[in-house]
């Protein structure tokens, strides 16, 4: 074999790949690109809608919060507007000429008793903690009084009433407590 065969016999088969992958890669086909613009627009189209979609949720969340907003306290009201009635007509009967004292105090705890049931349907708990042991997560001490009858860190009077909603404190309940005994010449037992 003489140097000029083994030329011709390498660049024979490097020629004819060059040939052949030349053309493919220059110039792609015209389906493949039609195919490509085509699969672009349905991804467009499709991002279009999924914005618009999104932007639709949005608006439709804010409005249903808007809602639930200005309606949220209705269903309480309905049940209060039983206990407005009464206390209506408790007040009618007070001014009439000759009311007497002892009915009308009777109707106005009935009622009492109507709204705390309609407040307590709704979540409402009262913490009237009188002869527990002070807990200064639900209760607010505002003074202490000594006391024979209730021990040391108990409460001996609830001065106003405290409540809770579903577990959480509104209102701590303001309470006197006991710091016990107390000795003859004035000093703590």
């Known amino acids: ?18 040939g052949a992958s030349a053309p493919d890669s220059a110039s792609p086909a015209p389906d493949a690109l039609a195919a490509a613009k085509k699969e ?3 991804n467009y189209d499709r991002y279009l809608r999924s914005v618009a979609d ?14 639930l907003r200005q309606f949220a306290a209705s269903r309480v ?6 206990v407005m009635d009464n206390l209506a007509l408790g007040l009618a009967a007070a001014k009439q000429p000759g009311a007497d004292l002892k009915v009308l105090a009777g109707g106005v705890d009935m009622v009492l ?7 307590a349907n709704h979540g409402l708990k009262e913490i009237n903690p009188l002869g527990q042991v002070f807990d200064a997560n639900l209760h607010e001490a505002i003074s202490a009084q000594p006391s024979a009858e209730v021990a040391e860190g108990k409460v001996v009077t609830v001065v ?10 509104l209102r701590p309940a303001s ?15």
């Open 40 to 42: 672009a627009t349905e």
């Open 1 to 18: 074999m003489s140097a000029s065969d083994s030329t011709d016999t390498l660049n024979t088969p490097s020629d004819a790949g060059q």
């Open 54 to 67: 999104l932007e639709n949720f949005r608006r439709r969340t804010v409005k249903e919060k808007d809602e």
């Open 77 to 82: 009201l309905e049940d209060l507007l039983p």
């Open 113 to 119: 008793a109507q709204l705390k049931i309609a407040l």
């Open 160 to 169: 106003r009433t405290g409540y809770s909603l579903n577990g959480r404190l």
């Open 175 to 189: 309470v006197v407590v006991s710091s016990g005994a107390e000795k003859k010449d004035g000093a703590k037992a």
